[in-house]
Nanobody
Framework: QVQLVESGGGLVQPGGSLRLSCAASGSDFSQYVMRWYRQAPGKQREWVTTVTPGRNTYYIDSTKGRFTISRDNAKATVYLQMNSLKPEDTAVYYC??????????WGQGTQVTVSS
C-alpha cells in the first residue's frame, strides 16, 4: 500500500507560479512511475505529466515549457513546478504512483485556482 499526500495548491494570478509536492510512503519509491493528473470542474480527469524511475519526463502539450516535474528519491517526493499559469490550468491536481505490477495509487488532490 502506498499513501500519497499532495500539498502546495492555492490561488494565484495569471502568469504566476506554484509548486506542488507529493510525498509518498513506501520503501521502493525510486522504482515508482510518478504522474500528475488534473480535473477541472465539469471535465474528465486528464493526465498532465510523468516522471519515470530513470527520470524520463513527459508532458501534455498544453503544459510544455511551463510545467516541470521532478523527483527526489531520498525524500520520496515528486514535485510539479508550474510557471506562467493560465486560468485554464485551474483544476484539482492529483498525484499518482504506479508500482511494479501496475497497481495505481492516488492522492487526495490539491486545488489550484488561477484567477485575477
Amino acid at each position: 500500500q502506498v499513501q500519497l499526500v499532495e500539498s502546495g495548491g492555492g490561488l494565484v494570478q495569471p502568469g504566476g507560479s506554484l509548486r506542488l509536492s507529493c510525498a509518498a510512503s513506501g520503501s521502493d519509491f525510486s522504482q515508482y512511475v510518478m504522474r500528475w493528473y488534473r480535473q477541472a470542474p465539469g471535465k474528465q480527469r486528464e493526465w498532465v505529466t510523468t516522471v519515470t524511475p530513470g527520470r524520463n519526463t513527459y508532458y501534455i502539450d498544453s503544459t510544455k515549457g511551463r510545467f516541470t516535474i521532478s523527483r527526489d528519491n531520498a525524500k520520496a517526493t515528486v514535485y510539479l513546478q508550474m510557471n506562467s499559469l493560465k486560468p485554464e490550468d485551474t483544476a484539482v491536481y492529483y498525484c499518482n504512483a504506479q508500482i511494479r505490477g501496475g497497481t495505481d495509487f492516488w492522492g487526495q488532490g490539491t486545488q489550484v485556482t488561477v484567477s485575477s
